[in-house]
């Protein structure tokens, strides 16, 4: 459950992630492969509707 | 924590939810297989039953049933879970709307097999079922507003408990979840009290067909996100929990739900962008503001990456993809989700194409939407049902998940990933080449392209006998867990949020906000083309029945 | 709110995407008239034989190779074959006389949908010569899946 304790650690936690911002290269190589196969499935069918 | 079960009279309030939710499946299923044998033209049906009627049938049961009862019962154990045991009066809700409901559903069920509802469950008049048909329908949106007013009281008794306090981010969830069909079913419970019921009982003569149309499709739409987003408490909830993490940021994850709320009711006109009436601005504002719905669900895939991965860092994963080693691949209640978030990435690429605009062209009506939608609904959304039942029946049963179920469940999601990829590959692919949705076996005088289609229909037939084993396996697991099963307690796994994210701002709680913008964007989209088509209606259109 | 800079990177990313998805459909749309057929027009769904052009239906040559074809959708049939030259650009003009139809030439962009009480329109040019199949594709009854037409490009 997420905090709604006083300022004070809601500064700390802010503090806390802006320097120590977790490794996530796996996550954005995902997405990005993600994002890779919508862009060809939606060229693939646009290529269709022009081609007929 | 999870260790106790939730308060035995909401166990029975759910579970009698999902075992309707069930038995809509297996009956639904039979429908699904005999509609991929007829048609493939591997049989002809037998004593005088119509295709139609069957897919009007298959329909009703897994579109509007199983996904309804699943859902409520679902989301009544969650807020029971997360807000504690529900209030006397939520919990009488809760049954009163499921009294209805059943009532409406069993009206339209009878009339589905008295063939005098034989419109498919999208209804378009001016094909005219019997009014029984549409009374039953009503009944079952009315008792799901019943069971959500249920949820929302119980919401605010927490509320109220809990003076400033951030809602459980379950219970925040359901209750977006139910708001969301509350305005959605707005739209349909007009054109079906307003219309089709006056219209059918032959109180007025004829129906203005494109306001009916529309104000179905301003509930079609959203009607997809109430099936997703219980998908997506269970993935950004419940899963982190079984796989050992945390949940990546609360604060995302309301906005995502915010977002959906907001975007994903004005939107209807994709589906209608291929017909007269609405003008080609109105369309394209539409699809503008379809693009937006996207926005949370590309939030949603990296919270989930960013979840896997950073519990996988946790356990001592190194490189790109070790995380990938970490996950419980073992375990079903994190393997059937997990294969639904893997499908919903083809899914939701092709629900991109069919919303642009004119590319709507290609694909509109043909089998490549039922494909679309067997991946989204009936593989995104139902294996992750599934995955939930595996824990959810014993946990209000009391009785547990052994380790042998657990591998037949696994086994169940294999055997429907493998079914799915070939009826839903087969059907996407013939759909590309132009062959027609809810249509019964048919060569068109053997046209060549026609003929051409049939090893398509087969391979879907193949892909359905897979699909139609997976049920029968499912049924199985339910029936085993449910009355037999050792017993013992099942976990509610329910996540918390990650040490290092941040505080959640009060914002995205602040529900006349939401509502008001929401209203606001619904409004904008649909005031002016509802005008019109009210202003420049043409003469109305008497009832037919063609089949 | 505070984001992850992978994750700005992935939505920023996105939101490029979608914009020039966006941008590709409504150029193509609205400056090359490449829109989903979208005609305004209505007539009384009751007496569509007895109103122009319905009355009358059929290939009409109204140019050089260029041709309105006016049909009427009803269970379950589109009306006579039509046959046109190589290269000939029909102009499809179609209304519905009892429920609503599909109308699509597989193969082709030929797709729309056919609501009681409106007309819709749309265009192709045939390129290539052969048979051409026009089926309904919105369920319309218990005839619905033999419901189609033939166009001979010669
Ligand atoms: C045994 C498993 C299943 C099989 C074999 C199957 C097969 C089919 C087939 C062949 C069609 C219709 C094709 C046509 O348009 O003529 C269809 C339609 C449909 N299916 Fe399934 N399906 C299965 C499971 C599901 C599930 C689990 C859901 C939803 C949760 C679902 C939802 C639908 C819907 C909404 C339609 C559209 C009905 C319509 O067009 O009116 N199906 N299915
Ligand atoms: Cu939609
Ligand atoms: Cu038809």
């Not at chain 2, 004593?47 to 049961?61: C, D, E, M, R």
């Not at chain 2, 029971?80 to 209030?87: I, Q, R």
């Not at chain 2, 070939?422 to 027609?436: C, E, K, N, R, W």
């Not at chain 3, 109204?62 to 006016?70: L, P």
């Amino acid at each position: 459950m997420a905090k709604l304790d006083s300022a004070k650690s809601f500064e700390a936690e802010k503090e806390h992630a802006g320097k120590t911002e977790p490794k996530l290269n796996g996550t954005l190589l995902s997405v990005m492969l993600v994002g890779g196969f919508i862009i060809l499935s939606w060229i693939g069918v646009y290529a269709l509707y022009l081609s007929r | 924590m999870e260790t106790t079960l939730i308060n035995r009279k909401d166990a029975k309030l759910s579970l009698a939810h999902i075992y309707v939710g069930f038995i809509a499946v297996l009956l639904g299923g039979i429908a699904g297989l005999l509609q991929t044998f007829v048609r493939s033209g591997a049989i002809t049906l037998p004593a005088g039953i119509g295709y139609y009627q069957l897919l009007t049938a298959h329909g009703v049961l897994l579109a509007l049933v199983f996904t309804t009862y699943f859902i409520i019962g679902f989301l009544y154990s969650g807020i029971s879970k997360t807000t504690g045991t529900l209030a006397e009066g939520p919990r009488k809700l809760g049954w009163a709307g499921y009294y209805v409901m059943t009532t409406g559903t069993v009206i339209t069920t009878i009339m589905i097999l008295t063939n005098d509802a034989s419109v498919l469950y999208t209804f378009y008049a001016p094909l005219q079922a019997s009014p029984w048909f549409y009374i039953g329908l009503a009944l079952v949106v009315i008792g799901s507003w019943i069971s959500g007013a249920g949820m929302f009281r119980q919401y605010r008794n927490w509320k109220k408990a809990n003076p400033g306090q951030l809602s459980p981010l379950f219970s925040f969830m359901a209750v977006m979840t139910m708001l969301l069909w509350l305005i959605a079913t707005l739209g349909v419970a007009a054109t079906v009290v307003l219309q089709l019921i006056p219209w059918s009982f032959g109180w007025v003569d004829t129906i203005n067909v494109l306001l009916s149309r529309t104000l179905f499709w301003y509930f079609g739409h959203p009607l997809v996100y109430f099936w997703l987003l219980p998908a997506y408490i269970c993935w950004y909830v419940i899963i982190p929990k079984i796989i050992g993490g945390k949940i990546f940021s609360d604060s995302l994850a309301r906005l995502s739900f915010v977002l959906f709320l907001l975007f994903s009711i004005p939107v209807g006109f994709h589906h209608q962008l291929l017909e007269s009436g609405v003008s080609h601005t109105w369309k394209f504002i539409q699809v503008t503001l379809t693009f937006m719905v996207i926005v949370p669900s590309l939030m949603t895939a990296f919270s989930l990456f960013a979840t896997f991965e950073l519990s996988g860092r946790q356990k001592g994963a190194r490189g790109l993809f070790g995380w990938v080693k970490k996950l419980p691949w073992k375990d079903a209640r994190f393997f059937a989700p997990f294969m639904g978030m893997l499908i919903f990435i083809p899914a939701g690429a092709g629900g991109i194409i069919n919303a642009s605009n004119q590319l709507n062209q290609v694909i509109h009506n043909t089998l490549w939407v039922t494909g679309h939608f067997h991946l989204t609904v009936a593989t995104s959304v139902a294996l992750t049902f599934f995955g939930i039942a595996y824990w959810l029946i014993p946990h209000l049963t009391g009785r547990t998940l052994t380790k042998k179920i657990n591998l037949l469940a696994n086994i169940q999601t294999i055997i429907w990933v493998v079914g799915m990829a070939m009826m839903s590959g087969a059907m996407h692919t013939v759909g590309l080449l132009g062959a027609p949705r809810r249509t019964a076996y048919t060569t068109y005088g053997d046209y060549p392209d026609a003929l051409g289609w049939i090893p398509y229909e087969v391979a879907m037939a193949v892909g359905g006998s897979f699909l139609f084993i997976g049920i029968l396996v499912l049924i199985y697991i339910v029936v085993h867990l449910s009355f037999f099963a050792p017993k013992g307690v099942e976990a509610y796994p329910i996540g918390e949020v990650a040490d290092q994210a941040e505080r959640t701002p009060a914002i995205l709680e602040n529900w006349k906000l939401w509502i008001g913008v929401c209203v606001a964007l619904i409004l904008f989209a649909y005031t002016i083309p509802i005008m019109e088509i009210i202003e420049n209606a043409p003469p109305g259109s008497p009832g037919f029945r063609l089949w | 709110m505070h984001m992850h800079k992978y994750e700005k990177i992935w939505l920023i990313f996105g939101g490029i995407t979608l914009i020039v998805f966006l941008s590709v459909i409504g150029v193509s749309a609205f400056a090359m008239g490449h829109h989903p057929p979208s005609d305004m027009t209505t007539i009384d769904p009751e007496k569509v034989k007895e109103t122009a052009p319905f009355d009358d239906p059929g290939l009409k040559k109204i140019g050089d190779n260029e041709y309105e074809a006016v049909m009427v959708a009803q269970a379950f049939m589109f009306g006579e074959p039509l046959e046109v030259p190589k290269g000939a650009t029909v102009h499809f003009k179609v209304t519905s006389a009892d429920v609503v139809h599909g109308f699509s030439i597989p193969g082709t962009n030929v797709n729309m949908m056919i609501t009681p009480g409106h007309i819709n329109t749309i265009t192709h040019t045939f390129d290539e010569a052969g048979e051409f199949l026009i089926i309904c594709n919105e369920y319309c009854g218990v005839g619905h899946q033999a419901m189609s037409g033939r166009i001979e490009v010669n």
